[in-house]
């Protein structure tokens, strides 16, 4: 007997809606150490260490080093990649390929790793700027926020910036000024470089990139940063465009 075309239908959109992840996409994202080397869900195209190295030490030009930076920040900047807050054309596919697990396993997994070592010795000075900011033109000591030495509070909101590419920082203070990105807090970071100028900003980018990473400290936890407590969140049930709602330097 033929089924009637109402129930074929029927099963046909049940079917169709039925996300639940299949047994390869399991064994792909099954913790975050395979979602970085296979991708997860997304293939191979979203493997993290394509860009990040093996060690997630990070290109040494335009992609960052992960290694040894709060589980906290790195699931929350996934989060904003993931619902638009920080665009980018890369980050935002592989993010979205990921669910909320995914992104959490694969923030504590690249916390977990040791930071590398910096190769170029830290002898000059840190910059004026960088240290003491200017009043007078509106610009925040980076000190105040990210430590005299670029290792941050250990906490989600104000990370390590130190031993990052030179071209990664001159960029985000970049998207920072157009207002590309805006995952700040209260506008905090688009309000504290709007004024620097050119040269200032490469001072900051290069003096940072010499200076040694070292690991989060156990208090920069996942489950112990504010960050997370927003992250964790369904992406919908945020709101996106109001800067104040997210951190993230």
């Known amino acids: ?93 592989i ?15 690249y916390a977990s790793l040791p930071a590398p070592q910096t190769q170029m010795p830290a002898t000059a000075p840190a910059p004026t700027i960088y240290l003491q900011g200017d009043a007078s033109r509106g610009i925040v000591a980076c000190a105040s926020c990210h430590g005299a030495d670029g290792q941050g509070s250990g906490q989600g909101g104000n990370p390590q910036i130190a031993g990052q590419p030179v071209a990664y920082t001159l960029e985000q203070i970049g998207r920072w000024k157009s207002g ?20 200032e900003a490469r001072a900051i980018a290069s003096w940072l990139s010499t200076q040694p990473a070292s690991p989060a400290p156990a208090s920069a936890a996942a489950t112990g940063s504010a960050s997370v407590d927003a992250a964790a969140r369904p992406a919908a049930s945020r709101e996106t465009r109001r800067p104040y709602r997210s951190d993230g330097a």
């Open 180 to 199: 590309e990105r805006r995952n700040d807090p209260r506008g905090v970071m688009a309000a504290a470089v709007k004024s620097l100028s050119d040269p």
């Open 1 to 93: 007997m033929r089924a009637p075309l109402s129930a074929l239908l029927l099963l046909t959109g049940l079917a169709a809606c039925d996300s639940t992840p299949g047994q390869t996409d399991r064994a792909f994202t099954a913790d975050g150490q395979i979602i970085a080397m296979s991708g997860g869900a997304g293939g191979a195209a979203n493997a993290c260490f394509t860009c990040h190295g093996l060690d997630g030490g990070g290109d040494g030009v335009a992609a960052p080093r992960l290694a040894g930076l709060d589980a906290g920040y790195l699931q929350k900047q996934m989060e904003d990649y993931a619902s638009g807050l920080r665009p980018d054309d890369a980050m935002t596919r």
């Open 95 to 109: 993010a979205k390929a990921l669910d909320q697990k995914g992104r959490r396993e694969v923030a504590a997994y």
